[in-house]
Structure formats: C-alpha cells, structure tokens
C-alpha cells in the first residue's frame, strides 16, 4: 500500500462544510464531531459520516495520523452535530480483531468516503474486502450515546 496523503483540498472543503453544518444546513449524513484537542485543551471539529452496523454506529478514521482520531482517542467523548441537533456522546475504540464487519460495510454505507480514501491512496480499489483486510490501518470509533 502506497503512503497516505490527504486529498488535495480536504482542509479547504472541511472548514467549508463545518462552516455550512454550523448554520444548520444539513448535508447528507455529514456531521460535525467535536472533541477536546490532546495538545491544546481546546474544541477540534471535524466533519464526519457516521454509519450503522447491526444496530450500532461507527466513525472511520480512514487517514492514518489524522489529528481527529488522536483527539477522539485521548479526549474518548464529544460532541456530535447534525443540523442544529447536537449530542454528547463517547467513543469507544473498537479493537483491531473486531474492525473487520465495521470495515466491510463502509464502502455500501459511505460511498463518498471511498472515492476520497482511493485518491488519498489508503486503498486502491475500496472493496469490502480490501477495508477489512487492512484493520490495522483503519481506526473505528464505535459511537454510544452519553
């Protein structure tokens, strides 16, 4: 697998949809995760698409190094905004043996996410397959209501 680097323009068009999200508009299943920074003690927000499998719902942090995922993994709760609803809740880091069904089910959930993951060079062709194969690459953030 070839290094990972950010799609040309994801910061660009990250402050523009948490700038639209912040007005209340809805874009798709787009939300907005807010966490503590582990650094600066202050609020990062991020756009995220959250996704269900079997009844419960799940984050992918698909870029390995994204300052979210560390965020998320020390602070371990948040804010989840969608709209002008938000909510607490707590991410719970799903360990590496059980990230394959989570994994599987993002390329039919998140669609758009795998264009951006193919580009980015985190997987080449974005099967279901190739997602579960590559568990350890991959964070999941099961996403429990506080």
Do not use: C
Not at 91 to 117: Q, Y
Not at 133 to 142: H, P
């Amino acid at each position: 697998m070839n290094k990972v680097a950010l799609p040309r323009g994801l910061r660009t068009v990250n402050r523009v949809v948490k700038a639209l999200l912040g007005t209340g508009i809805r874009i798709g299943d787009i939300h907005v995760l807010t966490v503590v920074g582990r650094k600066s003690g202050q609020p990062r927000s991020t756009p995220v698409t959250p996704y269900e499998v079997d009844g419960e719902r799940y984050l992918l942090g698909g870029y390995p190094g994204a300052d979210w995922v560390h965020n998320a993994r020390a602070a371990g709760e948040g804010t989840l905004a969608h709209g002008r609803r938000k909510k607490r809740v707590r991410l719970v880091e799903v360990p590496v043996a059980e990230r394959g069904p989570m994994l599987r089910a993002f390329p039919e959930k998140v669609p758009n996410g795998v264009g951006m993951m193919v580009k980015a060079g985190a997987v080449t062709e974005g099967s279901p397959e190739e997602f579960a194969a590559n568990a350890d690459r991959f964070t999941v953030f099961r996403v429990v209501g506080a």
